[in-house]
């Protein structure tokens, strides 16, 4: 079986562990139980009717905004610990938004290519997204009460108005009566990263998510890393051809934007790529 394959059923399950709170859905309400103490790894809105724990990027803005101006050392460390041992095969193969992104992709529709320039520059908007309205504003700009705002969730993600403003909407009649401009603008951003979804294989990932972000820096130590044989390598460049993610795989592997999805080692003619091991392998 390919690992792409693979990896489709991996994201299905995992949307549906992650979201596996049935009754939200017929009842409109959201599952208040003690594994919402707990921060799943990817992103996935704590409103989410079906959500079984609480968003890491939520989380860590709530903190940071409180009257207290805590820092968030068990989200931070949590965040920390999936980076260690996975990197960006969180991204790849667990974020029900990026499964959800790989299903628009597929659709069949002319797809463009952002030249190498601009989407160089763009790659940068994440982490001056998880710098800026993730860590710093909600920190920093207080109302009169000494609270701050979720400003990545309130104004950006279109994870939780997918995963949480809609159902939540469709669910409660009395929700629907407060929709204001925040909302529209809210769905508006989904309607264009849907709308690039379509043309751009997963631009959100690539280009706006401060979770692929911070997920990103741990990418070439992480425990779960790529190599390239290359004494089988024939520099054919084939794997460069299949990486959606745009990485020169020949030459960075382990890339920051690197999802681990496989493509690279599926169109291998060598079966050149491996999982690193983590251990010497005693030949004698």
């Known amino acids: 079986?390919?690992?792409?394959?693979?990896?489709?059923f991996i994201q299905l399950a995992a949307a549906v562990l992650l979201n596996g709170y049935a009754i939200g859905y017929r009842t409109g309400k959201i599952f208040t139980g003690k594994s919402k103490?707990?921060?799943?790894?990817?992103?996935?809105?704590?409103?989410?009717?079906?959500?079984?724990?609480?968003?890491?990027?939520g989380s860590l803005q709530?903190?940071?905004?409180?009257?207290?101006?805590?820092?968030?050392?068990?989200?931070?460390?949590?965040?920390?610990l999936f980076g260690i041992f996975l990197g960006r095969v969180v991204c790849g193969f667990l974020c029900p938004f990026g499964w959800f992104q790989d299903l628009v992709h597929k659709m069949p529709i002319k797809k463009i290519t952002v030249p190498k320039k601009l989407?160089?520059?763009?790659?940068?908007?994440k982490y001056i997204i998880l710098v800026l309205m993730v860590l710093l504003l909600p920190f920093l700009i207080r109302d009169e009460f000494g609270f701050g705002t979720t400003w990545f969730c309130k104004y950006i993600c279109p994870a939780g108005t997918l995963g949480a403003g809609f159902p939540m909407l469709t669910l409660n009649e009395s929700l629907r009566a407060s929709i204001g401009i925040l909302f529209q603008w809210k769905t508006f951003v989904l309607i264009v990263a849907v709308i690039l979804s379509?043309?751009?294989?997963?631009?959100?990932?690539?280009y706006l998510c401060p979770l692929g972000a911070f997920y990103a820096l741990f990418n070439k130590f992480s425990l779960y890393r790529l190599t390239v044989d290359q004494d089988q390598c024939v520099n054919c460049k084939a794997c460069?051809?299949?990486?959606?993610?745009?990485v020169e795989v020949t030459k960075n592997i382990n890339s920051p934007e690197c999802i681990r999805c496989g493509a690279?080692?599926?169109?291998?003619?060598?079966?050149?790529?491996?999982?690193?091991?983590?251990?010497?392998?005693?030949?004698r």
């Open 198 to 206: 379509l043309l751009i294989y997963r631009p959100f990932c690539k």
């Open 62 to 80: 709530s903190v940071l905004s409180g009257y207290k101006h805590r820092i968030p050392f068990y989200v931070l460390g949590t965040l920390m």
């Open 37 to 57: 103490m707990f921060c799943v790894p990817v992103l996935n809105c704590y409103s989410c009717p079906g959500a079984l724990g609480a968003c890491p990027i």
């Open 119 to 125: 989407d160089k520059v763009l790659r940068y908007l």
């Open 264 to 283: 690279c080692m599926d169109a291998c003619p060598k079966n050149c790529i491996h999982r690193e091991k983590l251990l010497p392998v005693d030949k």
């Open 240 to 246: 460069e051809r299949a990486c959606k993610m745009g």
């Open 1 to 8: 079986m390919k690992h792409g394959t693979k990896r489709g």
